[in-house]
């Protein structure tokens, strides 16, 4: 039997039903990890913002006095000891001791100024607060001049100190004042403080990323952002020694612990361009970028808290633009 040529129509059951494209369940997605979430940062901000006990204070306290005793003594026996044995190594031994000990004082007087440097910008932010609550022009015209005189003598504020002088006259309430001296004083120290930040950014997301040592990511976090946060208190004049910086960075992480600031929100998430894109295709790339961001966000923290005069409207620096810039090329998009 001979099969005929040509095409074979096949007919089909119309009763069939026929699903539309529209209506094709979607292809499934294979499942990837967690949303970064910047554990690193969130454990060295808890970290930096823990508080020891008035029990773990007085333990140390008492801790560190006996070992001063004990050295002193140890010290002083070596020395005098020397002396009777060989009395020209041991007046040697005895004058650097001696110059360690000048070299302690002169520490702790650096300390308490910093100490100082620190209280007066602190001052000088409350007194603009006030001024500005208040609408004081007089308090704002004698906080004016306070600034221009904390900032005198550097090459960074002259052209600013010397446009202020001459505009000053033109303000006529304390908003527009303070916000000139801003304008004039403060800009190019926001410019070299929003340096620093972006610095910092991209140091902790390119180690979060690339090391995958254990609490190399923690450790980079802590020790970067404490660095950030003393040298943007330079930036603004408040010179902070050891102390002084560990202070202040006990101060910012606690604020931003308290308000929450140092979770993972959708703000910090979509401010880094690809950042869930990074996420699905590296978890270390992810958190790298999340951990970046957060390090954004403690910069921001610590000009507000470093700076003397509060931000005006539409000058705070913004989390995006800063992540954006530090992290631009750092990562593939």
């Not at 931000?311 to 750092?330: D, H, K, Q």
């Amino acid at each position: 039997m001979t099969r005929p040529k040509g095409p074979v129509l096949f007919d089909l059951d119309d009763s069939a039903p026929r699903a539309a494209p529209s209506e094709a369940p979607p292809v499934p997605e294979p499942e990837f990890p967690d949303a970064p979430q910047g554990a690193a940062m969130q454990t060295a901000a808890v970290l930096a913002s823990r508080r020891p006990s008035r029990l773990a204070r007085i333990f140390w306290g008492l801790v560190g006095a006996l070992l001063t005793v004990a050295i002193s003594l140890a010290a002083w026996d070596f020395a005098t000891g020397l002396v009777a044995r060989v009395p020209i190594l041991g007046y040697v031994v005895t004058a650097l001791i001696g110059a360690l000990l000048i070299v302690l004082v002169i520490i702790a007087i650096r300390e308490m100024a910093a100490f100082a440097r620190l209280g007066r910008i602190d001052e000088l932010h409350r007194r603009a607060d006030a001024a500005l609550s208040a609408e004081d022009l007089p308090a704002a015209r004698i906080l004016t001049n306070d600034l221009a005189a904390l900032y005198k003598g550097r090459e960074d504020t002259r052209w600013g100190r010397t446009r202020l002088a001459e505009r000053r006259g033109d303000a006529f309430d304390a908003g527009a004042l303070l916000s000139l001296a801003e304008a004039e004083l403060l800009t190019p120290l926001d410019a070299a403080a929003l340096r620093q930040v972006e610095g910092a950014a991209r140091q902790v997301a390119a180690v979060t990323a690339l090391v995958p040592l254990a609490l190399a990511d923690v450790i980079t976090a802590l020790t970067a952002n404490i660095r950030m946060i003393r040298r943007i208190a330079e930036i603004y004049g408040g010179r902070s020694g050891t102390l002084g910086s560990l202070r202040l960075t006990r101060a910012v992480m606690t604020h931003l612990v308290a308000t929450g600031a140092v979770a993972v929100g959708d703000d910090v998430i979509s401010s880094v361009a690809g950042g869930s894109l990074l996420s699905k295709v590296s978890r270390r790339f992810g958190e790298g970028v999340v951990n970046g961001a957060l390090t954004a966000r403690v910069g921001v923290a610590a000009m507000e808290v470093c700076r003397p005069l509060p931000f005006s409207p539409g000058r705070r620096p913004r989390v995006r633009r800063i992540v954006t810039t530090a992290l631009s090329g750092l990562f593939p998009s």
